[in-house]
């Protein structure tokens, strides 16, 4: 036993030093987002690629391969922490050591120049120059897939990335439902919303919507002292270190919502991570289960939450000192606001009831794109074709097209179906919580949000990445993932059926 | 040939990849200082010592000792530069290979800790729980003094870190001579100011001096694309790669020029940086020729030009335009506010005269730790005693004597003389400088400084580390470094002498 003790003890040694290196590579990627110049784009980039490469040849080593031959041999029990630590590990392992290191710090490279290239191209609202990128980073991705092996869709195998064992082939028949479903929705509640337009949003300075972001962050019990918040083109969220998690927003003057709501969101990731418990951290237990799990959280405070009216009553006093423009509104006029359904081009503002919409059109042409059915140069015509059968409107330019999202620029492909099953998920979890905590309204209603996130602390962050998703829903909530509460949740909020 | 070629290439990839991992250290040094979240601290240090560690032990692997051997065999010719490549890396090899790798782990660690904990010190006003922190990094030093190696003084070993061959016993007697000439000149220049008292400074807000600073930066030619200003507790300038030199400040609202003068002084160490040729990115080369030859860029730019007579009768309106407390304010009370001379207590608020008798009283202070013979915990006393006889006062508390500099929580002894040779080398390259720009008060009258730039750029930058000191300042002012030039530089100005 004592050599098992000491071999787990130099393996937690070896995954924390990767833990470390990985902090390092968080920096530099939010310092190239935040606030980097311009011109150190280049250098940036080859820094990420090598210390990428790094911490990848660090983890598929034979120190790696050895500590998980010894601590999975037999005879050799473990408690339920570590076992799940070796099981994460080994499927971690087993992927990656699949990759050539040589392809690995290409990737990075190629992110590292794709992402100011993207930005560039948004700016000029041009996808042209945007192509080489974007065909360099597909063709390595599909190395990276046909590499690790899928059955005759790349897809899967990327997929598997973000959510373990999920399939596009398990994907398309519920993004089929789910369609059939919303799009008649969409109809019905634009339908209704006809005869109660929201009022027009005034300008609100930069300076105070980010008062007001600190604000929010802090009566979400996000601890100002463990994060800080900044702007970005594009919103997100990362953990630099134990102690250290940085939400980003975008200020738009005209609309008030886009930071607002980007920052609920963000925030939500933010308090995932700052839930996981010490004892799993420089591990990769350190995570959330899945990154649908991950989005159910930013989902939950963004919409279920945020967006919800015993809410947004309680904030409105709150947003009015630091938006005195909003002098005026009511607290319907803001639930008006903060629910407004449209017909919409970008993602990232998409009500929650057309979102998933938005998910859907991006998923479809990744899967061509990685099949080879689909030509990079042939993406803005695509984009726009889908996005007219979808969601019923076009966009004018590649800005509000097929420029919007940053992710392909960090060659994230595969990713999006997780912002679907995130707000599947949300949903799904706030009836089970609903069901501890029957007096969520009205805790809601006074701006008291320590018991939900207690509850979520307790049924979905304490548990890190110890859980497969799948598990995690069926123990939280009682039953398996499903659609069936996101449309009972709209239905009831934007037809008022049943609770309203 | 061609074997040499390929070893030139393998070994500059080999330091390319060493200046990689340095660079994500100064972004995680530059981080921890300007906007971390407090509660990072802990795994901040950790990452530091991790990522010190590594890049130690890469560049006194067997790899840059072979490559060295290669190029440096019997037959091998070089051209200029690559024989200045190898010569400098040399040097620092054999200086890093006698130190063991834990070693430098554990300093990086040590003052990844001191930092914060000299923060908290400094913030708090007291100086006791700062002592095991610096007692640690002072015996880590003394150890690696002793192992480096030294004639009997540990401090020679450590200054040859920042100025490349200079010893103590050197130091002493410049100092002797420069503290002869200076006290009587210091009680010479306050008594003659003493009749035309500086006006009182008027308070100015924080951001009215942030948009001064940029102004100034952009007077200064400092590239706003490959550099950014932030604000940390003390003012300092880092490059984190090529294209991305930062510099901060520290905003003091009721003194504007506090971070006035300070902007000045890192853009003239970020010019310098900026001013080293692409050919040496990436090697060791791209850097100072020693510490003092860097301070004397930063003093050119602070006090040369920044509290010259012509400048700041040049810059008067731009100020006023930012800070309209001071519309009432003529060049002449401007250059008297500049150039008061007062026995202070604060280093980096120090006027260009006293200024020097500071380091000379850190000097000493260094110089017996290191020789045991004065015991941390008797610091704050042993400073307050030699301040009062260099300077002619005593601080009231710590936070304006011992704490006031972060160097000691850096773990860097032996740096301060650097401040004051700069001073020294300001002074006799600007006076080369005036022999080929005789217009150079017009210049400044017209707040031109593209040529003075340029000529320090062809005479210091362009070589980056290329040069010795000694050798460079030779070549670039025709003599020896002396301290002749500075003293006639501060009687000419304070006193009227020749030049006024």
Known sequence: MTTITATLQQFKQHLADLARLSQAAALLNWDLETGMPRKGAAARAEALGLLSGEIFTRFVSPQTAEALAALTAPGVTL??????????????????????????????TVAG?????WEQARHDNTFAPFVPYLTR?????????????????????????????????????????????????????????????????????????????????????????????????HPFSITIAPGDHRVTTRFDVADFRSSFFSVLHECGHALYELGIPAALQLTPLADGASMAIHESQSRFWENVVGRSRPFLAFVLPLLQRHCPALAAWSADDLFRSANSVRRSLIRTEADEVTYNLHVMLRFELENELLGGRLAV????????????????CTPASDRE?????????????????????????????????????????????????????????????????????????????????????????????FLGDARS
């Open 377 to 392: 140069t042939d993406l803005p015509a695509a984009w726009n074709d889908r996005c007219r059968a979808l969601l019923g």
């Open 137 to 233: 980073l597909l063709a390595l991705k599909c190395e990276v897939a046909d590499i690790v092996g899928h059955r005759g869709n790349r897809y899967d195998a990327l997929l598997d990335d973000y959510e373990p064992g999920l399939t596009a082939a398990a994907l398309i028949p519920l993004i089929a439902d789910l369609r059939r479903e919303l799009v008649p929705l969409v109809d019905a509640i634009i339908d209704r919303q006809q005869s109660q337009p929201a009022p027009a949003v005034p300008a609100v300075p930069v300076e105070a919507q980010r008062a007001l972001a600190l604000a929010l962050l802090d009566l979400l019990h996000f601890d100002s002292d463990a994060g800080r918040l900044d702007a970005s083109a």
């Open 79 to 108: 408690d339920a922490t570590d076992a799940a630590l070796v099981r994460v590990t080994r499927r971690d392992y087993d992927k990656s050591q699949a990759i050539p290191p040589a392809l690995v710090r290409e990737i990075a």
């Open 401 to 493: 097209g097929v420029l919007q999202d940053v992710h392909w620029a960090h060659g994230s492909f595969g990713y999006f179906p997780s912002y679907m099953l995130g707000n599947l998920y949300a949903a799904q979890l706030t009836d089970a919580l609903r069901r501890d905590l029957p007096d969520f309204d009205t805790l809601l209603a006074r701006g008291d949000t320590q018991a939900p996130l207690a509850w979520l602390r307790d049924r979905v962050h304490r548990h890190g990445r110890m859980l497969e998703p799948h598990e995690l829903m069926l123990r939280a909530t009682g039953s398996a993932p499903d659609s069936r509460h996101f449309l009972a949740y709209l239905r009831s909020k």
């Open 113 to 117: 120049q794709a992402q100011p290239a």
